[in-house]
């Protein structure tokens, strides 16, 4: 005779408390979460003895940093033409005009009060062109970190020259007495 088997009884299984569990760690880290802050360009400048003040206004800076700015994901920005150069201007209207195609999904970087836009080294003459016949009494000052590779400055300077800018300061911090440079 066949053996008879018993129709086993299925097993169910609650899953709301699972579900729960899931929405408490979910919300439990997003709340304890913290999210890497933007990276600013930190320029650290070399000491000297000259004292000359720069004026408030009529001023188009070019920082040079010592190493490039990374996207939150840690890559480096616009590759490696343009990862140590940055341009501001004082005027906020002439900055609009002159960025007003600048398309970057990080948004401007900054650096004490004026914004500033990584440059590729390409597209610096062009820049700096606009800026100039926009304003033709226009400063131009070089902001250079002390550890900074001395051939992005001399680039920098080339530009300059090749764009008919042959006067610039060079910013430095001043030196404390006794202190060497």
């Known amino acids: 005779m066949p053996k008879f088997k018993p129709h086993r009884a299925g097993v169910r299984i609650d ?3 699972l579900v729960d569990v899931a929405f408490l760690l979910l919300t439990f880290f997003m709340l304890t979460t913290q999210f890497k802050p933007d990276e600013y360009v ?3 400048l070399p000491a000297s003895h000259a004292d000359y003040k720069l004026p408030e206004s009529n ?3 070019i920082c040079i940093a010592e190493k ?5 994901a840690g890559n480096v920005l616009f590759g490696a033409d343009s990862t140590h150069i940055w341009m501001g201007l004082d005027s ?3 900055r609009q005009r002159i960025f007003s195609g600048y398309q970057t999904m990080y948004g401007p970087l900054y650096y004490n009060k004026p914004t500033l836009y990584p440059v590729k080294k ?3 003459a062009s820049y700096v062109l606009q800026a100039r016949m926009a304003n033709p009494k226009m400063i131009t000052v070089i902001k250079g970190d002390k550890g900074a590779d001395y051939g992005y400055a001399e680039d920098v300077m080339d530009i300059l ?3 008919q800018v042959t006067r610039f300061s060079l910013v430095t ?3 404390a007495p006794g202190q060497p440079q």
């Open 122 to 124: 390409s597209e610096l």
């Open 59 to 61: 001023v188009m800076t």
């Open 92 to 94: 906020q209207i002439l």
């Open 42 to 44: 930190e320029v650290t």
């Open 15 to 17: 899953m709301t408390p």
């Open 161 to 163: 020259q090749k764009t």
């Open 173 to 175: 911090e001043l030196a």
């Open 68 to 72: 490039a700015a990374t996207d939150p």
